[in-house]
């Protein structure tokens, strides 16, 4: 694209306005107090948007009170979608599976010898899953991925 010479004494013509954009965040500061927070900023530490974070609690808080179900749901709805909802939603998928069987498996043996261990499995079966699923969701709720105890990788 060629331009046409201006007439010696005229002003040299204006260049076109560049686009507006936001500011890009201040960098890091290196220090003891924390950098000051961005206008604008909603993407909770660790996640991309504020619904990977939602999806991420859904799925550890919802396998403490549904077991396998609330993960499962997650999976499927939003795990093709977000790489970091998929890592929450099948490490909680795991631990709730695997758990969910163990369960039906002591109340099997606590139906045969009831008067044995019936109140140590009624119990302490579903409390220990109920409470790893709550420290696993307070740490995705800090922007981590919780790595559950006891659990065996049966998704992947």
């Known amino acids: 694209m060629s ?3 201006t007439p010696p004494g005229t002003p040299d013509p204006e260049p076109p306005a560049a686009p507006q954009y936001d500011a890009p965040p201040p960098p890091p500061v290196t220090g003891s107090t924390p950098p000051p927070p961005v206008a604008g900023q909603v993407a909770p530490v ?3 948007n504020s619904d990977e974070k939602t999806w991420a609690l859904v799925a550890h808080f919802g396998g403490a009170i549904t077991g396998f ?4 749901v997650v999976f ?9 909802v998929r890592a929450h939603s099948v490490a ?3 631990f709730q599976i695997l758990w969910n069987i163990i369960s039906f498996v002591s109340y099997i043996i606590a139906t045969c010898l009831g008067w044995l261990i019936l109140p140590l499995v009624l119990f302490l ?3 220990f899953p109920f409470v790893i699923a709550i420290i696993a969701g307070l740490k995705a709720n800090e922007g981590q991925l919780y790595k559950y105890p006891a659990t065996i990788e049966l998704i992947k």
């Open 125 to 127: 079966v579903p409390v």
């Open 3 to 5: 331009e046409t010479p």
């Open 92 to 94: 909680a998928l795991n």
């Open 46 to 48: 660790g996640y991309a």
């Open 76 to 84: 499927l709805v939003k795990g093709n979608e977000s790489p970091t």
């Open 69 to 72: 179900i609330a993960p499962l």
